[in-house]
């Protein structure tokens, strides 16, 4: 689902990533680990295209990323759910329209909108919050605002960028519930973390990222 | 459909969320098309003025003395045939005495002081509307007075030549000034939704990351840009019934004359302004949201 094949990138003369290899196959739970500033975030950006390698090659659910042009990029991203480190989430608008924005971009029916956007919310267990605007929730709840708008159009990957950064102990095991759930369906997982504890014991493929490398993969 | 329709949404909830800067780039741009918009009225009145006077405007065709009457007629049939004349009306000698009769009134008598009748017998060629520009008629005149047995040809050249000028010289005016407040219209909208645009770079970022399309992104800051021009336009328009109608009525009363110079402005002359008003305000947001990189 995810491959990567010597990537290389760098920003300026600051290497990040160094000869980057990775296979990451359909359906699986894999997570992404290193200390601050390994890269863990360009990785992922090199996934849905943000940013684009200096060497190598990336296959994304079938996309040939090195020969993707500029105007098919948002139908790739539309196959990626992303859950950002930053929330990205619209202030100025409510949690029922954050996500549903996600399926007015695939021009989806209002009344199929209205049906996701609820199942999800439920999901998340945020559908008594549908018509508050998010800056009055919590950070946990923006959280999950953020992971129910990376699934409700059931992307066929999902990427996590240090979806539990801030959260307690209690809240980001609600959250890791969550990717489980998503994962049970079928959508391949990759999260990118710094916290150890989210995999130890999960039994998941972990990819550990040190000095712009892959130092080691195991089973955690 | 949908992606539009949400677009008109999004872009309605702007208009009314950035309400201020709104109503501030509406009427800066109706200013600049109620005086465009004036200027074409004036120059509207003008033509309309040119016009009716055009109607009664002719060429006289004074003919030699003892002319003979096959040679009248000869003249008659040329004038007939000749696609750019539309009226022909003949004035003997005679004709031409009394007419003079009427004219002098009670200092007529001195007319009887000549033997002879002095005054030629004449043609009086109305000119068809659309030939009446000086330089055409100039040349007619001579080609009529090239002709056998026309004495002399003779109209009104300077009022023509004047009022020609005038109007040309505010056709000109219209077009500079329109291309300078059109330049400005779409300058005003790109400035604010350039603004629009730099205030929500974050939500077209994730837009963008969320698999937005180009046109998706796009058309919302479009359609705003259109809707401003469209309601610049219905103001600039209010704005000229209003003064050209509260002009027609007050000015009326203690100056009658202006009835003669304004005509009522017909409903099309009030459509021009929210169209151009539209267009240039999209070509602005077209070229303020400019090209967006994936």
Same mark, same amino acid.
């Given at each position: 689902?995810?491959?990567?094949?010597?990537?290389?990138?760098?920003? !300026?003369?600051?290497?990040?990533?160094?000869?980057?290899?990775?296979?990451?196959?359909?359906?699986?739970?894999?997570?992404? &680990?290193?200390?601050?500033?390994?890269?863990?975030?360009?990785?992922l950006?090199?996934?849905?295209?943000?940013?684009? =390698? !200096?060497?190598g090659?990336?296959?994304?659910?079938?996309?040939?990323?090195?020969?993707?042009?500029p105007?098919?990029? =948002?139908?790739?991203?539309?196959?990626?759910?992303?859950?950002?480190?930053?929330?990205?989430l619209?202030m100025? $608008?409510t949690?029922?329209?954050?996500?549903?924005?996600?399926?007015?971009?695939?021009?989806?029916? =209002?009344?199929?909108?209205?049906?996701?956007?609820?199942?999800?919310?439920?999901? #998340?267990?945020?559908?008594?919050?549908?018509?508050?605007?998010?800056?009055?929730?919590?950070?946990?709840?923006?959280?999950?605002v953020?992971?129910?708008?990376?699934?409700?159009?059931?992307?066929?990957?999902?990427?996590? !960028?240090?979806? &539990?950064?801030n959260?307690?102990?209690?809240?980001?095991?609600?959250?890791m519930?969550?990717?489980?759930?998503?994962n049970? $369906?079928?959508?391949? #997982?990759?999260?990118a &973390?710094h916290?150890?504890?989210?995999?130890?014991?999960?039994?998941?493929?972990?990819?550990? @990222?040190?000095?712009a490398?892959?130092?080691?993969?195991?089973i955690? | 459909?949908?992606?539009?329709?949400?677009s008109?949404?999004?872009?309605?909830?702007?208009?009314?969320?950035? $309400?201020?800067?709104?109503?501030?780039t509406?009427?800066?741009?109706?200013?600049?098309?109620?005086?465009?918009s004036?200027?074409?009225?004036?120059?509207?009145?003008?033509?309309?003025?040119?016009?009716?006077?055009?109607? !009664?405007?002719?060429?006289?065709?004074?003919?030699?003395?003892?002319?003979?009457?096959?040679?009248?007629?000869?003249?008659?049939?040329?004038?007939?045939?000749?696609?750019?004349?539309?009226?022909?009306?003949?004035?003997?000698?005679?004709?031409?005495?009394?007419?003079?009769?009427?004219?002098? %009134?009670?200092?007529?008598?001195?007319?009887?002081?000549?033997?002879?009748?002095? @005054?030629?017998?004449?043609?009086?060629?109305?000119?068809?509307?659309?030939r009446?520009?000086?330089?055409?008629?100039?040349?007619?005149?001579?080609?009529?007075?090239?002709?056998?047995? #026309?004495?002399?040809?003779?109209?009104?050249?300077?009022?023509?030549?004047?009022?020609?000028a @005038?109007?040309?010289?505010?056709?000109?005016s219209?077009?500079?000034?329109?291309?300078?407040?059109?330049i400005?219209i779409?300058?005003i909208?790109?400035?604010?939704?350039?603004?629009?645009?730099?205030?929500?770079?974050?939500?077209?970022?994730?837009?963008?990351?969320?698999?937005?399309?180009?046109?998706?992104?796009?058309?919302?800051?479009?359609?705003?840009?259109?809707?401003?021009?469209?309601?610049?336009?219905a103001? +600039?328009a209010? %704005?000229?019934?209003?003064?050209?109608s509260?002009?027609?009525?007050?000015?009326?009363?203690?100056? =009658? +004359?202006?009835n003669?110079?304004?005509?009522?402005?017909?409903?099309?002359?009030?459509?021009?302004?929210?169209?151009? %008003?539209?267009?240039?305000?999209f070509?602005?947001?077209?070229?303020?949201?400019?090209?967006?990189?994936?």
């Amino acid at each position: 689902m995810i491959r990567f094949t010597n990537v290389s990138k760098s920003y !300026d003369s600051d290497i990040v990533l160094k000869d980057i290899s990775l296979s990451i196959e359909k359906g699986e739970f894999a997570f992404l &680990t290193g200390p601050s500033g390994v890269g863990k975030t360009t990785l992922l950006k090199l996934v849905y295209c943000a940013e684009r =390698p !200096d060497e190598g090659e990336i296959v994304v659910a079938g996309w040939d990323l090195k020969k993707i042009k500029p105007g098919t990029i =948002p139908f790739l991203r539309r196959n990626v759910g992303i859950v950002f480190q930053d929330f990205r989430l619209l202030m100025n $608008k409510t949690v029922f329209d954050n996500v549903a924005l996600a399926l007015r971009i695939h021009d989806m029916h =209002p009344q199929e909108i209205k049906q996701y956007v609820g199942d999800v919310l439920k999901e #998340v267990k945020l559908k008594h919050k549908e018509n508050i605007f998010p800056q009055h929730l919590s950070g946990g709840e923006q959280q999950r605002v953020v992971i129910a708008r990376a699934m409700v159009a059931k992307p066929t990957v999902l990427l996590a !960028d240090e979806p &539990t950064g801030n959260l307690d102990a209690e809240t980001s095991g609600a959250i890791m519930k969550l990717f489980r759930g998503i994962n049970a $369906k079928g959508t391949t #997982v990759l999260i990118a &973390t710094h916290n150890d504890s989210l995999f130890h014991g999960m039994g998941r493929r972990v990819f550990y @990222l040190k000095d712009a490398r892959i130092e080691k993969e195991r089973i955690e | 459909m949908r992606i539009f329709l949400y677009s008109v949404e999004t872009s309605l909830k702007s208009l009314w969320r950035e $309400k201020w800067i709104n109503l501030l780039t509406v009427l800066s741009i109706s200013i600049g098309l109620l005086i465009i918009s004036a200027f074409a009225t004036i120059t509207h009145n003008l033509d309309s003025v040119l016009k009716r006077w055009s109607r !009664d405007f002719g060429l006289v065709v004074y003919l030699n003395d003892g002319l003979s009457k096959e040679a009248e007629d000869t003249l008659t049939a040329f004038f007939r045939h000749d696609a750019d004349i539309s009226g022909i009306k003949y004035i003997s000698k005679e004709q031409a005495l009394e007419e003079l009769r009427l004219t002098l %009134g009670e200092q007529s008598p001195v007319l009887e002081g000549f033997e002879d009748n002095p @005054l030629p017998s004449s043609f009086e060629l109305t000119l068809k509307q659309e030939r009446l520009d000086p330089v055409f008629v100039q040349r007619k005149a001579s080609e009529i007075k090239r002709l056998n047995g #026309v004495e002399e040809v003779q109209y009104g050249e300077k009022w023509l030549s004047s009022l020609n000028a @005038l109007a040309n010289i505010m056709k000109v005016s219209v077009v500079f000034l329109g291309g300078a407040v059109f330049i400005a219209i779409a300058f005003i909208t790109y400035s604010t939704i350039k603004i629009f645009f730099y205030r929500r770079k974050d939500e077209i970022e994730t837009l963008k990351l969320l698999g937005a399309t180009r046109s998706f992104i796009r058309l919302p800051f479009l359609l705003e840009g259109l809707f401003i021009g469209i309601m610049a336009g219905a103001v +600039s328009a209010l %704005g000229l019934f209003g003064v050209y109608s509260l002009v027609m009525s007050k000015v009326a009363g203690f100056l =009658p +004359s202006i009835n003669i110079v304004m005509v009522p402005l017909p409903l099309k002359a009030y459509m021009p302004a929210p169209l151009a %008003g539209a267009l240039m305000s999209f070509l602005g947001s077209f070229v303020a949201v400019g090209t967006i990189k994936y």
